[in-house]
């Protein structure tokens, strides 16, 4: 039984991957800073498959290293989804705190790097590493500054990282827009409705998971099936 890490999985795609994962037969370990939300996540899918869940923060060096530990020895995927947008409504960069740049960058870039060095030593050949990015890394869009260099920076981790370790499978994805609480929060007193869901996105990124795919930085949607 193959065994992926999946963090911020209590709901949005983290879950809705965590799910998919687990209806293909996966052992999971998942974590979110919501206890509640993330115990309901593990009873949905401890119908599916083994799964153990950890509540907690990805920026805290303990939480990581008990996430790991719960993953067990071998570890054959790991997936960086959980993150923070920041201040909401988004702030102009001349209005954002150097403290709320730095608790982004800490929970988008440090968490994820971190975990990952962790995970590491578990992984064999042929293991995958999926870094959960978006759009706003390569698009300089009104507001998302802190979020944007976050997730720029945690793109240009992915192809060093990738370039280290040429024996494994490391993605930098961007799911595309989706009616999450993250892209409400981003837009707030918005309506958000005519976002696709998740769901939508995890076709590519399992695309990603089961294929041969290079290492490199990919769109979820263009390699779903359905767009193909």
């Known amino acids: 039984m193959d065994t992926a890490i999946v963090t911020g999985a209590s709901r949005g795609l983290g879950l809705a991957l965590a799910r998919a994962l687990a209806e293909r037969g996966w052992r999971i370990a998942i974590d979110a800073r919501g206890a509640?939300?993330?115990?309901?996540?593990?009873?949905?899918?401890?119908?599916?498959?083994?799964?153990?869940?950890?509540?907690?923060?990805?920026?805290?060096?303990?939480?990581?290293?008990?996430?790991?530990?719960?993953?067990?020895?071998?570890?054959?995927?790991?997936?960086?989804?959980?993150?923070?947008?920041?201040?909401?409504?988004?702030p102009a960069l001349e209005d954002l705190a150097p403290a709320s740049l730095q608790e982004i960058l800490q929970a988008n870039v440090v968490g994820p790097l971190g975990l990952l060095q962790l995970a590491l030593p578990h992984m064999s050949e042929g293991g995958r590493i999926v870094n959960v990015s978006s759009d706003a890394a390569v698009e300089p869009y009104e507001g998302w500054g802190g979020y944007g260099s976050s997730k720029a920076a945690l793109d240009q981790l992915t192809r060093v990282l990738a370039a280290e370790r040429p024996d494994l499978r490391v993605y930098s994805v961007d799911p595309g827009d989706m009616r999450t609480q993250m892209h409400q929060d981003a837009f707030a007193g918005e309506d958000i409705s005519d976002r696709p869901p998740p769901e939508a996105s995890v076709p590519g990124l399992l695309a990603l998971i089961g294929g041969d795919l290079p290492s490199g930085r990919y769109a979820a949607r263009e390699l779903s099936p359905s767009h193909a």
């Open 36 to 90: 509640a939300a993330l115990e309901a996540a593990r009873e949905e899918i401890a119908g599916l498959t083994e799964v153990v869940a950890l509540a907690g923060d990805v920026a805290d060096e303990q939480h990581r290293r008990e996430l790991v530990a719960a993953a067990g020895k071998e570890i054959d995927l790991v997936v960086n989804n959980a993150s923070v947008l920041g201040p909401s409504p988004l």
